[in-house]
């Protein structure tokens, strides 16, 4: 094999590669220090800084690549979602990153059962097309919402259902892809007669498949006696595959008896694709792939069934599996107890009954739902009588599945999440072995680990015998590095042991590579070598995976010499553990990178640059604390610029199973950089919109001419708002006075009272909104008081005005500090505003009253939710979009309860993510073409589609209701508009 540089000379070629690449390279090459770190780490424990970032537009880019690095002998690493476990997605070289530009389907052919798709397609994405075809592609990594099909063909993953269905590997038809030398190359199914006649081709792909039938037929023995029989393998290279196909041609070879999933496709001819499958990229550079897809199950139903002890669900785990489920899935009392800390996560554990120590998720298919009804009794009847489940409901219903398995799926980031110095480490975590031996290697893997004085997490893949065991350790501290090395190598021993595989699921990468000649000897090993240097010869195919590792305690993200600066935070971080903890808690699993559904993260779903989602921004950070990046870079423009799309949706703060708060980090970094440099007038008059609003009412209609008037492009100019937008207009008579001159109704003593926290927008711009409100309360018999009128401090808060928030929360807590002893609710109409109280208050000051005053404060539909309203028929479709802060910290349960009681109302909520407006950040004329991606995203198509039925958008965001009359000239109301539209006369008996 050719030689390669030192992994420190990389970066001395860059300018060669920039050569080789100026005239051919249509995409986009990133150079700078935060770019390369942004693709330094994935999800595993590994930190390696590529020399350069390449974003390919088009195929023909990845050949230049190619051709670029074997001219400067610099090695390249392919990546899509970067949600490597073992760190086969980071390298020294040219990162490659496939997610943004190549992310197309190219085909489906349904009769035929295949499809085609370049690398960078998101496996969730592919799948949603192929629904409308009663089609899927089976395996389903619990990553896939942000996974690429390039990687999970890579990895050769597999998934919750792969006892049914099998591993990638099953489902490859066909792979294109680029070899080390450059050529381009198509891998495909090939009959006898096919093969014999690519064997006597002089071409370089004979050559390659001359290599790969020649080792498979003088190794076929030791294939055989060293390759696991079990289900889940994706460890080394994939020569059973090879020698399977050789045997389905009609070669006389030994038959390799390794089991296969019962829906798996049949073997029928040599595909030399499988052994680009699970080879991690260290063979080639994959350009587009051939899928087998499969018809989807018409019913499926899910049996929870419920334990007290790790040890009684691992044996009804066995009992189960007698009962041909096509999933199976265990959580321990870890992955629960994190689940039901995570705040979105928790709002989907309705489905446990008590505490269990341990849970199975065990999925059923069937041909109608009567079948799928009679086996889901069956097995409920032989958990009563074989096992120790306490308790084992069913589920049929399309919402309830989702959000089991979106628990169960939550399960890694959740561990990678946890508080506190050690975490749940993946090094060993995906072994596997014969699930009827499960019981006992457990049993011994976990002896193993208490011996070495820690304890581990147990999840995921019951039915294939290939459990997800994470051990503590704190990789900060060397010690327990040591012990990570011997508790890999102790493994090892076990898996060899029990005849399983160090990988069931993860791969080799830099993890695990090294057990790889312990696992099929040192013969096959040296195939492996040898089959690397016929695919690559110059060895820059993402070196050191599969074969050649290095050390594993190499090029670790932390160890004992990691510290992070030590300076003076303006927000309150001590129950995070600390900005620099804070920080750290993102682990890289990449969920803020899914685009197909929620809120996180908002920017990156309509930019798809790694830069703007949750992790990249996280990433920037830990590298600024700890030095990775210059220290002083906490104040930089380059910093601000990589933070400035963080719309402080709070979307992160829930839908991140690890808890990444960037919003309140990007504050803390808005705070300190404003430290060092003026704050623009355009930021200091969003932040006091409250100023700004009191004036423009008090001046209105003037106010409202003046900033409709020619002056107008010379105003947005000035403030930087984008020519696009038009400020909202000020109300004449702003609600306060409107209150003062009303007839107030009598109250009596023992009148309900509650205060109603009229913000800003909904006080000098929309006051009709808490007009509304007013009725709605008074109608159900409350007496209702007026907060006094101060701003909550939200617009300070976005614009990092630390110092002026703390005033406004400190105000507030004065103001209402009266209610708290009578237990009176405190109701906001502007999500942003009232949840305040609730989240960000508890960073800026510290007060004792806080904790109970928080409690008291509500959404107008958090307060109306369990009340009966008199309401009558005749309401419009209603379309809820729910406010991006409203759907962190409560979710839209309560929106649509309420409105629910509208008689006989049509309504539906839209999964449309944030607006885009977030406050001023639509206003900004930098940022006005992205928050009109994120509004066209989802939400205007789904207003405009409700209002050709005649109805109406609803949204309790007073920036949602903007947006929306910006881009469809159409109003949308606040619940408290249509609620009150709708009430019914008081009986005048």
Known sequence: MAKTLNKNEYKDKLGLLQQALASDFRGELLTDPFSRALYATDASIYQQNPVLVALPREPEDLEALVDACRQAEVPLTARGGGTSLAGQTVGFGVAVDTSKYLNKLLRVVPEEGWAEAEPGLVLNDLNDILKSYGLMFAPDPATAEHACVGGVVANNSSGTRSILYGKTVDHVEGVTFICGEGELHQFRTMTGDKLAQVLQSQSRTGELIRGLVSATKSNAELICARYPKILRRVTGYNYDEMLRGLRAVGYDLPDFDGLRAPLAPPVKGFNPAHMLVGSEGSLGLITRVKLRVTQRPKFTGLIVSHYRSLKEALLGNAVLLTTTPSASELMDNMVLKLASEQMSISRLMGFLNGTPDAVVITEYTAESAQELEDKLLKVQKILDADSASYAHPYFVEEGQKTEIWRVRKAGLPLLLGLKGHRKPIAFIEDTAVDPARLVEYVERFDSVVRAHGTTAAYYAHASVGCLHIRPLLDLKVQEDIDKMSRLSAEIADLVMEFGGSMSGEHGDGLARGLWNEKQFGSVLYQVFRETKRLFDPQGLMNPGKVVDSPPMTEDLRFGPSYETLDFKTELDWSAEGG?????????????????????????????????????????????????????????????????????????????????????????????????????????????????????????APVSNWFLSSPLKPIINHLLGIAPERSIPTFARQNFWDWWKRRHQPKTSHDQPRVVLFVDTFNGYNEPWVAQSAVRVLERLGYAVTIA???????????KGLSDQAKFHAMDNINRLRRYIADEVPIVGLEPSCILSFRDDYFSLVDDPDLEHLSKLCVTFEEFLQDKELPLKEGSPPLLLHGHCHQKSLVGTGPSMKVLSQLPGVDLEEVDSGCCGMAGSFGYEKEHYEVSKAMAYRRLIPAAESVHRRGGRVIAAGVSCRQQVRAFTNRVALHPAEILAAHLKEPDRA
């Open 579 to 699: 900005f620099g903890t804070a920080v750290e808690l993102c682990n890289g699993a990449g969920v803020c990178r899914k685009t197909n559904r929620g809120t996180m993260c908002p920017s990156f779903m309509v930019t798809r640059e790694e830069e703007h989602s949750t992790r990249g921004r996280a990433n920037l950070l830990r590298n600024v604390l700890s030095g990775r990046l210059p220290h002083k870079a906490l104040h930089s423009r380059r910093l601000y610029d990589a933070l400035d799309l963080c719309l402080e949706c709070k979307a992160c703060k829930s839908e991140c199973p690890s808890g990444v708060d960037v919003g309140k980090m990007k504050f803390e970094f808005l705070s300190q950089y404003y430290r060092h440099h003026r704050v623009p007038l355009r930021t200091q008059m969003f932040a006091r919109a409250d100023l700004v609003s009191r004036f423009g009412s008090a001046l």
């Open 788 to 798: 006094d009128r101060t701003c909550c401090g939200r617009p300070m808060i976005s």
